[in-house]
């Protein structure tokens, strides 16, 4: 009987231990405060429209910070977009999307990702872009932006247009 019920309690126990990977935009706020305290929101600058969420924050002590996300129809989040006007702050930004890597997607690799994308941290360079089987990366870093965005995949599937012949695609000669 002791050994039924230590199999159920670890069974719930483990189960509990998942990640949520669906989260809205308090949650998501919320986790990365608390992941990182150089995370400052500020909630008189936070706006909603839609599906859409935009926040103003600090990150450390610079201001000019803003993260843009939007939602599916179930408000979790599918695709978080960060940008910053301190492009004299490039460790520290890096340092912010490596933060938002983590706890938006904690089973992802987060160094390789940083790799990828910032290795070489010049300014002017393109846009990068990094895939991996559920998300999608992307970063500029310009001289007047510095900008990153991660996609879920899973939530915001790619969409394929299929061939048809409706009747107004038929010509007759």
């Given at each position: ?52 969420n935009t926040v103003f924050f600090a990150y450390g002590e610079e201001k000019g910070f803003v993260m ?61 872009y990094y895939e991996t089987k559920w998300y999608s990366y992307s970063a500029r870093l310009s001289d ?30």
């Amino acid at each position: 009987m002791k050994k039924i019920a230590l199999l159920l309690l670890s069974v719930i126990f483990l189960a509990s231990c998942s990640v949520q990977e669906k989260v809205n935009v308090n949650l998501l706020t919320e986790r990365l405060c608390q992941y990182d305290e150089l995370f400052v929101i500020n909630e008189f600058l936070s706006f909603s429209q839609e599906n859409s969420n935009t926040v103003f924050f600090a990150y450390g002590e610079e201001k000019g910070f803003v993260m843009e996300t939007r939602a599916d129809g179930q408000g979790n989040t599918e695709k978080i977009n960060l940008a910053c006007t301190c492009t004299d702050k490039i460790d520290l930004f890096t340092q912010c999307v490596k933060s938002v890597i983590s706890v938006y997607a904690p089973d992802e690799d987060g160094s390789e990702i940083m790799n990828e994308l910032f290795a070489d941290k010049q300014l002017n360079s393109g846009m990068l872009y990094y895939e991996t089987k559920w998300y999608s990366y992307s970063a500029r870093l310009s001289d007047d932006c510095l900008y990153f965005s991660v996609e879920n995949r899973k939530l915001s599937p790619r969409s394929e247009v299929a061939l048809s012949l409706k009747q107004n695609d038929i010509i007759e000669y």
